[in-house]
């Protein structure tokens, strides 16, 4: 009996999720109600109480099992690369987009939508901030004294900018070209503005 109510749950949780993803298809996340996501998902108001407090727990409970693939492929220390560390940043972002490529259609309305977009960008930058460790200030630098949450910000909200127009685009280049693309981006901009040695 325990199993069939799990496995009914589970299948409620997804339906409901599946239900948010068609609704921030057709408008933002803060004009959803939800009366609107139990009318489409043909639930009661107390079904879907009992699964998530609020809209704003079934969006967190959606975004979190989104990101946590996308954390995951993105958690190598981010790092000057040298010959031999270009290969697996390449094949730490194509695994990104190839994980964005399989649930584009979730992808495609979060990062159209703010406050799926901030989340996004909160928890990329929270990531960047443990990995990324600027040089000390030093007349060499080609941005000297620059703040860490400069550099943290701005490449967040790089990397979801190239998100939204490959996926807007209809994904037109490949998860690997776009992780190439990705890691000359890193290599040649934000690490030489740091003053960061590239290799040879």
Not at 53 to 78: V, W
Not at 108 to 113: A, C, K, P, S
Request: charged share 20%.
């Amino acid at each position: 009996m325990r199993k069939n109510q799990d496995i009914r749950a589970r299948f409620t949780r997804k339906l409901l999720q599946d239900t948010l993803i068609a609704l921030l298809a057709e408008k933002r996340f803060e004009m959803i109600t939800v009366g609107e996501i139990a009318e489409r998902a043909m639930v009661n108001r107390a079904t879907f109480y009992r699964h998530y407090q609020d809209k704003y727990a079934l969006g967190n409970s959606l975004f979190q099992e989104a990101i946590d693939q996308l954390t995951c492929d993105l958690s190598s220390p981010l790092k000057s690369p040298s010959a031999s560390e270009v290969e697996g940043v390449i094949t730490l972002l194509a695994a990104s987009f190839t994980h964005i490529a399989e649930y584009s259609r979730l992808y495609r309305v979060m990062v159209m939508n703010a406050w799926f977009t901030t989340k996004m960008h909160d928890t990329l930058a929270e990531l960047l901030s443990k990995r990324l460790r600027l040089p000390p200030s030093s007349s060499q630098n080609a941005v000297e004294g620059m703040p860490e949450e400069i550099a943290v910000a701005s490449l967040a909200n790089w990397f979801i900018s190239m998100i939204r127009w490959w996926l807007e685009n209809g994904m037109p280049y490949s998860p690997r070209q776009m992780a190439l693309w990705c890691t000359t981006f890193i290599s040649s901009g934000l690490f030489q503005a740091m003053g960061i040695p590239l290799p040879h």
